[in-house]
């Protein structure tokens, strides 16, 4: 356990990362979602209100430097865990350190767990009567989806605030005023196309993003080869140990890859598909953005050729924005490899735009009264009271003729779905 105010390590002995943390929370780059001029929270953590926080969101997003801040700011008592290796008796340790502490100073104190997630059960029963009694004010930072991870009387006590990926403008930021702080001109080091690749490269991790400059800074020091720098895209492979892939997610890349994902799998060749899925994600990009995109495919390009393929796409966004990357590459890998090998059929994706075009075109004539919700109609037949389950009898607008929308294809599900049509309409209703 340790406690934030009990020591001061030399400035020059700590990590780069640690050295760039912002002095207050207006220095907290990437959140402004959480944290702007309108945020009631906000408002109340300004005014020294206190509340019960679990910080949910990536690696390297400001978590732990969001928590330092607000202890700072508010001239809070700091008490810092982590989840991996802090067992039950040092979590009451800490918890009754906090009790102490407010009875004996008068003054409040924050309980910083990290990574909270991996208490279990036990160990976060015990922190409920200390939160309780405002002993201590829980601040507990996870990568993973709380609902899942936290039980429900601990969660029903907290805030949860969703911390995402910081912006590349706003890391560029980070790594030029980690620079600054430094005393040095990061164009000496990077050259703006490196910087460019640097930021997308470590994916809204502000952590990773200044452990790699850290390197690279200090090798410019050393001066042993200046004609290195500044350092290019080839000599920041070299720095990485890694092949860059050339992939923008703002440029023709994006929509380029997206494009040949998505006809990979209309196209029924699931280790294309896989593929181009394997390089959109190794080039960074939103695997929610990938998720979302195979929902609408689910829809526009199965369709009820395989009525099944909706509520998976479905699932499978659910599972990537709950677990994030890397582990949900495995939940986007089954729906690409299922939605690709499935039947294919776009009739109803052509039946909806078919149906707007005609609504657009034609008056919207007055419906029918034995379809309206208001009282009964004596004249509205009751399919269910028929032996399949249908009568014949119009459904559209006395002025209008019937359309014809909906064409199932002869393929997959949709052939059932055909026949079905047809034997129920062959022969007269008793």
């Known amino acids: ?61 400001g978590k732990t ?99 995402r990926k910081i912006p590349e403008e706003d890391l560029k930021t980070i790594l030029k005023n980690a620079a600054k702080n430094e005393n040095r001109d990061l164009d000496q080091i990077l050259t703006e196309g490196s910087l460019d690749i640097l ?65 990979s799998m209309r196209g029924s060749d699931p280790d294309a598909a896989i593929y181009y899925l394997a390089r959109m994600l190794e080039g960074g990009e939103d695997p929610v953005f990938i998720a979302r995109r195979m929902v609408v495919f689910a829809s526009e390009d199965v369709g009820n050729a395989d009525p099944r393929a909706l509520p998976l796409a479905i699932a499978g966004l659910s ?12 939940n986007l890998a089954q729906v690409v490899s299922f939605l690709a090998a499935c039947p294919k059929s776009n009739s109803s994706y052509e039946a909806i735009n078919a149906a707007m075009a005609f609504v657009k075109e034609n008056v919207n004539h007055d419906i029918p009264a034995i379809l309206k919700s208001a009282g009964k109609s004596k004249n509205y037949k009751y399919p269910h009271a028929y032996p399949k389950g249908y009568v014949k009898q119009k459904y559209w607008p006395d002025q209008m003729d019937p359309q014809h929308f909906y064409e199932p294809k002869n393929i997959g599900f949709e052939k059932n779905i055909s026949d079905y049509l047809k034997w129920i309409k062959s022969e007269k209703e008793s």
């Open 199 to 263: 930021t997308r490269f470590v994916d809204g991790d502000a952590r990773r993003l200044l452990n790699i400059f850290e390197t690279i800074l200090n090798i410019f020091l050393l001066e042993t080869d200046p004609e290195i720098f500044p350092v290019d895209e080839t000599g920041l492979e070299l720095f990485l140990n890694k092949r860059l892939l050339s992939y923008d997610k703002k440029s023709t890349d994006h929509y380029d890859s997206i494009s040949a994902f998505i006809k």
């Open 65 to 163: 430097t969001f928590a330092l801040n607000l202890a700072q700011q508010n001239k809070s008592h700091f008490l810092q865990l982590n989840a991996v290796d802090a067992g039950v008796k040092e979590l009451k340790s800490a918890c009754e350190a906090g009790r102490a502490h407010k009875l004996e100073q008068r003054q409040k104190t924050i309980l910083f767990v990290d990574e909270i997630h991996r208490f279990n059960k036990t160990q976060q029963d015990v922190l409920l009567p200390y939160v309780e009694r405002g002993d201590v004010y829980l601040i507990g930072a996870t990568t993973e989806y709380p609902s899942y991870e936290l039980n429900k009387a601990l969660l029903s006590r907290c805030q949860v605030l969703e911390f």
């Open 319 to 330: 599972a990537v924005e709950a677990i994030g990357m890397p582990e949900c590459r495995i």
């Open 1 to 61: 356990m340790s406690d934030l105010f009990s020591f001061s390590e030399p400035k020059d002995l700590l990590p780069l990362a640690e050295r760039s943390r912002p002095k207050n929370l207006e220095g907290l780059l990437g959140q402004g979602h959480l944290f702007n001029s309108k945020s009631p929270i906000l408002s109340l953590l300004n005014n020294g209100q206190l509340l019960n926080l679990i910080l949910w969101g990536p690696p390297g997003t």
